[in-house]
Nanobody, 122 residues
């Protein structure tokens, strides 16, 4: 059974960089041919796919967030990370990590973390 767990600060100040990690257990992030994604959901809004890192290290970003987003991985920890720079209160959301490819809808992703609330506020 694959499990994902997000970790990181729950409060970030405006203009700072939001950093989250997702630790995966029960499966390797380098296993063929899986993709590992970041998704967020602001309150009362739809889920938004942010980006993904593939089993081979290829990285994909949402065009709308690409200029502010960086995704990386640490294979020794079986972990992948999200950094979102220059945050504003509009970036406040529940952030999820999940297993799923960019070309799929998030509804088709099979394993999810429990989500972590991030609030951007001074």
């Amino acid at each position: 059974q694959v499990q994902l767990e997000e970790s990181g600060p729950g409060l970030v100040k405006p203009s700072q960089t939001l950093s989250l990690s997702c630790t995966v257990s029960g499966g390797s992030i380098t296993a063929n041919y899986y993709y590992w994604s970041w998704i967020r959901q602001p309150r009362e809004k739809a889920m938004e796919w942010m980006g993904a890192i593939a089993y081979d290290g290829s990285i994909y970003y949402s065009p709308s967030l690409k200029s502010r987003t960086s995704i990386s991985r640490d294979t020794s920890k079986n972990q992948f990370t999200l950094q979102l720079s220059s945050v504003t209160p509009e970036d406040s959301a529940i952030y999820y990590c999940a297993r799923g490819a960019p070309e799929l809808g998030v509804g088709e992703y099979d394993y999810w973390g429990q989500g972590t609330q991030v609030t951007v506020s001074s």
